[in-house]
């Protein structure tokens, strides 16, 4: 059985890929507006749909729609996020958990939104990417990597470098650390936090709808999908500490690892209670994430 | 205090009293249909939701279900499982406490038919399920409860069976089933079945449901079973075929149930569903005689594609099948809308007793046995996809076209 660790480790690595691109924005958009987002999965979602159908009607291959689709849904999150904000910056009441309410709904509308739209089926995107694999065995190792799951991984990567820059090198990324730490005392230093908010919502609703794409050339699309992905954002999130976004990829990485490896060498139907177990256990020991670093 | 905590208990009693369901005086049939109109089954759901309007419309068309003389329309009450077999209960205690409906056509999963039954037991309101087919529902005996699509252990074998008279014989097969009532259910039919036939299984796995298999895939890969067999549901079913062929392996024989045979699977895959073997019970083409409502499965068929687009799938023709049931019971005992329990209960012997060729074959309920109240009419088929059409490939006496094995190499396609 020993003989299987490389490709377990391929392929945990790759999933975690796959929960890089989740979660990366979903952590980007806690930090800065302190919200739990529970309609992540449904931008995924409607991004996924995006790119079907678009590929539906030219025939192209849905990664060269990435861009389109990123400017087209940063437009839908940037008008959306004043709602968010109004919502979140009330006095009465407890606005975060308004916050969770309305997100909540948004995400149930949405679900109810793309079955009538979009139908009942589930569906499947076609790429170039999605025919082919790298085989390791010339190189004395028993590892495919298929060609889509490797571009995703790439995806990912690039998206989590971008955002780091976006960050830490722009004045941009200056307001947006400011405004995560202190908003107040961001709105004192010159940060406009409406406007800052609805860029960073609308970069995090782009991403998704991107990550949509992908996960519809690698797996399947469907009006209900979102529901899973909610899930696995909100977990990886968690585990890297709410609002790190230099924990997510370790975080991502280690949850692809571990179901990837109790897949094959332990018993598959306990493969989610493994991966809620570790939650938990670092929960304990961490509460504040992987590295003690989240809110 | 103490006549505080009596009344609390008496609250509580009440609560698990069940409501006494009268009849009401109407001139129609008001029919319960409780299925998965959303969360993660959504797709079946409203699979079984087509095959029950279907048989609704027809019915209607024709002036309604003719009673002694007189023609009583149907009219449907739908409520959403939303994929939770909880929900599923509740829906049912609403359809038959508040909108006192005349029977039940129940819903598409087995989870959830398996919440639903023992609540249609307690008011003693029939119901036929469609769709379901775990064998656990007719183990428990429900009384109420019947289905006409016949349990996966019945079906599961004939496929196994098939496929060990390919030549050369498959030797071994990995077997993994997603982990909910009917797909578990499946994966172990197929073992039971791969067992009985000596075919030497090298993995046999249930997985969570909805998840990315691909780690597992590439396990069963390194062991080269000559097929793999795999248990779940739509979304599953494409996944599991993309997965495949993004680690680069191609089986000799590939089988999945019978959520392939839709026309929804075939165009999400494409050519990569081509030569994928099912296990089915119905197809558009079945050789079949009947002289209610459909006369064939053809005609069936035909009448589908034009409500829907679609042809129609062994789900959804059961459906309609189940209202068939419905129809010819009632018939039997001269049974009119707003029935009380009296007549219900002589419903559910009718059920019973009938034998009755429909579109979709011959519809007769087990009164005994493990398959107490599954159809056990029907005989079940092997079929491949060929070219984008379902065709049946065993067993011998309802072959179709020869079976296309080994598969064709997924890059080579």
Redesign the interface.
């Known amino acids: 059985m020993m003989?299987?660790l490389p490709?377990?480790l391929t392929?945990?690595i790759?999933?975690g890929g796959?929960y890089i691109t989740i979660a990366i924005a979903f952590s980007l958009t806690y930090g800065v507006m302190h919200v739990i987002d529970f309609a992540v999965g449904e931008w995924i979602m409607f991004g996924a749909f995006t790119g079907y159908y678009l590929n539906k009607w030219t025939g192209l291959d849905p990664f060269l729609f990435l861009p389109v689709i990123f400017v087209l849904y940063f437009g839908v999150g940037y008008l959306i996020q004043p709602v968010i904000h109004r919502v979140l910056s009330g006095t009465k009441g407890n606005p975060f958990l308004m916050g969770l309410v309305f997100t909540f709904g948004l995400a149930i509308m949405f679900?109810?939104l793309a079955?009538t739209a979009f139908g009942?089926?589930?569906?499947?995107i076609?790429s170039a990417f999605?025919?082919?694999?790298f085989?390791l065995e010339p190189l004395g190792l028993?590892v495919?990597i298929?060609t889509?799951?490797l571009v995703g991984l790439a995806y990912a990567l690039a998206i989590t470098l971008i955002l780091h820059y976006l960050l830490k090198k722009t004045n941009f990324g200056l307001g947006v650390r400011a405004l995560a730490q202190h908003k107040d005392a961001a709105g004192l230093m010159g940060v406009n936090s409406k406007r800052t908010g609805s860029y960073v919502y609308g970069i995090y609703v782009g991403i998704s709808a991107m990550t949509g794409v992908l996960l519809g050339c690698?797996?399947?699309i469907?009006?209900?999908?979102g529901?899973?992905y909610t899930i696995f954002a909100f977990f990886v999130v968690v585990l890297a500490g709410m609002g790190y976004l230099a924990g997510v990829p370790w975080a991502a990485l280690l949850l692809g690892l571990v179901?990837?490896?109790f897949?094959?060498y332990f018993?598959?139907?306990h493969?989610?209670l493994a991966v809620f177990a570790i939650l938990y256990i670092i929960l304990l020991i961490s509460p504040r994430g992987l590295f003690g670093k989240g809110v | 205090m103490k006549f505080g905590f009596v009344r609390v208990l008496l609250l509580i009693a009440a609560l698990f009293v069940a409501i006494p369901v009268h009849a009401e005086q109407r001139n129609f049939f008001k029919i319960g249909v409780i299925t998965e109109l959303s969360g993660d089954l959504v797709t079946g759901g409203n699979i079984t939701k087509r095959g029950y309007d279907l048989w609704a419309q027809e019915v209607n068309a024709k002036g309604g279900i003719e009673i002694q003389g007189k023609k009583y329309p149907v009219k449907l009450v739908y409520a959403d499982a939303q994929s939770n077999p909880a929900a599923g209960a509740a829906a049912a205690e609403r359809l038959i406490t508040q909108e006192k409906v005349d029977f039940i056509l129940g819903p598409y999963s087995s989870g959830v038919t398996l919440a639903v039954a023992p609540v249609v037991d307690k008011y003693k309101i029939p119901m036929i399920t469609g769709s379901a087919e775990s064998p656990l529902i007719w183990k428990n005996k429900f009384k109420y409860t019947f289905g006409t699509i016949p349990p996966i252990n019945f079906t599961g074998a004939t496929s196994i069976k098939t496929l060990t008279e390919l030549k050369p014989a498959p030797k071994t097969i990995a077997i993994i089933g997603s982990n909910d009532a009917f797909s578990k259910a499946t994966a172990e039919s197929y073992k039971a079945a791969a067992e009985k036939a000596k075919l030497k299984i090298v993995k046999f796995s249930i997985v969570p449901s909805g998840q990315d298999m691909t780690p597992l895939l590439s396990a069963v890969r390194s062991m080269k079973p000559d097929v793999i067999a795999f248990g779940g549901h739509d979304e599953e079913h494409v996944k599991f075929v993309k997965a495949l062929k993004q680690i680069g392996y191609t089986p000799k024989a590939l089988l999945m149930h019978c959520g392939i045979t839709d026309k929804a699977f075939i165009d999400a895959v494409g050519k990569d569903g081509d030569q994928i073997f099912g296990t089915t019970c119905w197809t558009g083409t079945a050789k079949t005689k009947s002289k209610v409502l459909w006369p064939n499965a053809a005609a069936y068929a035909a009448a589908s594609q034009k409500a829907f687009n679609n042809p129609g799938d062994y789900t959804q023709g059961g459906c309609s099948a189940a209202g068939i049931a419905f129809q010819t019971a009632l018939q039997k005992i001269g049974a009119k809308p707003g029935m009380d329990e009296a007549t219900r209960t002589k419903l559910i012997q009718a059920l019973e007793q009938i034998d009755v060729q429909t579109f979709y074959g011959r519809v007769k309920f087990a009164t005994s046995g493990e398959f107490y109240h599954a159809n056990v009419g029907l005989d079940p088929l092997t079929i491949q996809i060929q070219g984008g059409h379902v065709k049946t490939v065993g067993p011998k006496a309802s072959v179709e076209a020869a079976a296309i094995y080994p598969m064709k190499e997924w890059k080579s396609r």
């Open positions: 003989e299987l490709q377990a392929d945990g790759l999933l796959i679900r109810g079955l009942f089926y589930s569906n499947s076609p999605s025919e082919g694999s085989d028993t495919t298929p889509v799951r690698i797996l399947s469907g009006a209900q999908m529901n899973e179901q990837s490896i897949m094959i018993n598959p139907s493969t989610l």
